[in-house]
């Protein structure tokens, strides 16, 4: 099966999300005003970091990175068009939100949570990524080592958890139809992987950390 370096599989996956915005976003009858463009503002804040940033840091320690099959690449780049699709033309076009919109609290609320989670996310990928190079620096023979620090002393996957918060944060922002579903969809693909990747974490280390949990502190 062809594979591709992890972080050019990043972002030959994350691409559409920045070249759809181009095509549709300037076609939407509400695409002008001022919460629509501030809503997309903080999408393509996040979908830079990812298709172009967050690629840069993997690339720096490729030679650890695990490969990507490119239809994964592939068939993950056609799932995000679709949703970028979704997401913008709601904002621009479907959608209705006056300018009284962007000084209310639900918006102030949303956004915050939208904030937060990107900045956990962030912070998260790269504790691992600093784990992965520093690994590889010092040719070690072990394959992993358990991350420490911050929400790492209270979860498994505070990465997974940031990306929860912030998509929860944009339903609240967009109070649409297309931010629940994506919101939804996100829970239901990262929740099982973090559950996964704990066991993991337990099975293979036996003085795993005990107190901590899946992916919500002190919950699950």
Request: hydrophobic share 50%; with cysteine.
């Amino acid at each position: 099966m062809p594979t591709l370096p992890s972080h050019l599989g990043w972002l030959l996956m994350e691409a559409p999300t920045l070249l759809v915005p181009a095509l549709i976003f300037h076609r939407g009858k509400h695409a002008a005003a001022a919460a629509p463009r501030l809503l997309l503002l903080l999408f393509l804040a996040h979908y830079f970091h990812r298709t172009l940033l967050y690629p840069l840091r993997l690339s720096r320690r490729s030679s650890s990175s695990t490969p990507m099959p490119l239809v994964t690449a592939v068939l993950a780049a056609l799932f995000n068009a679709l949703n970028t699709y979704i997401q913008l033309r709601w904002i621009s076009h479907f959608g209705f939100y006056p300018e009284r919109w962007i000084h209310s609290a639900q918006f102030a609320i949303g956004a915050f949570l939208f904030v937060a989670g990107m900045a956990i996310n962030i912070w998260a990928d790269g504790v691992l990524i600093a784990l992965r190079k520093q690994r590889s620096s010092a040719k070690e023979s072990v394959s992993y080592r358990v991350p420490y620090g911050g929400l790492y002393e209270f979860v498994s996957c505070p990465n997974y958890l940031g990306e929860i918060v912030e998509w929860l944060g944009w339903a609240i922002l967009t109070w649409s139809p297309a931010g629940l579903g994506f919101f939804l969809y996100t829970v239901a693909t990262l929740a099982p992987r973090a559950c996964a990747h704990h066991r993991w974490y337990v099975d293979k280390f036996p003085d795993y950390p005990r107190g901590r949990t899946p992916l919500i502190p002190f919950l699950c």
